[in-house]
């Protein structure tokens, strides 16, 4: 045991702290599996820009609120001296956590995270292949092939080129 976790009653208030992050993780894992939900919703139903941009708007609030509580839970484990991973939560887990409560909620917290990604897999799958759709019909209508996507030097998205024509003749 290390030296903040000495005495019981140490050991009990971290427990508690745990317990708190794990139970708001839960709560925003479930807020944000409902939004990524109704974006799909959106998505499948070809709705307004507005109604897209809403969610998503609400969703980047949640991953916000997610943000904050893994900060605070590496924030307690720094604090205490242990590894900033899960490796780390797990020791805690099992040092200030004698009837072993806290891993089943951190299950529960690492399914609703897998259940989350694959319906955002899903959204940006869908979004990938409208954009193709539209990129194609777009070079129907205009007789030239779209050009190549690259990224300029702070990441942002540029549309460039696909080549210059130098001479006509040699």
């Known amino acids: 045991m290390t030296a903040a976790l000495a005495t019981p009653a140490a ?11 794990l139970a708001e993780e839960i709560a925003a894992l479930a807020e944000l ?23 998503c708007a609400r969703r ?4 916000g609120g997610l943000l904050r509580i893994q900060d605070e839970r ?55 292949s409208r954009m193709r759709r539209v990129a194609g019909l777009l070079e129907i209508l205009t007789g030239r092939k779209a050009e190549t996507p690259v990224y300029g030097r702070q990441g942002q998205q540029a549309w460039g080129a696909a080549g210059r024509l130098l001479a006509t003749e040699a």
């Open 11 to 21: 050991c009990e208030e971290i427990r508690r702290t745990l317990e708190r992050l």
């Open 33 to 55: 599996e409902r939004l990524l939900e109704t974006e799909r919703e959106v998505l499948v139903r070809n709705d307004s820009p507005d109604a897209l941009e809403e969610v």
């Open 60 to 63: 980047q609030d949640c991953m």
């Open 74 to 128: 590496r924030g307690v484990l720094r604090m205490l001296g242990f590894e900033v991973d899960t490796a780390g939560l797990d020791r805690l887990m099992r040092e200030c956590d004698p009837d072993r409560s806290l891993p089943a909620r951190w299950g529960e917290c690492a399914e609703r995270a897998r259940r989350c990604r694959e319906i955002n897999d899903f959204n940006g799958a869908l979004v990938s």
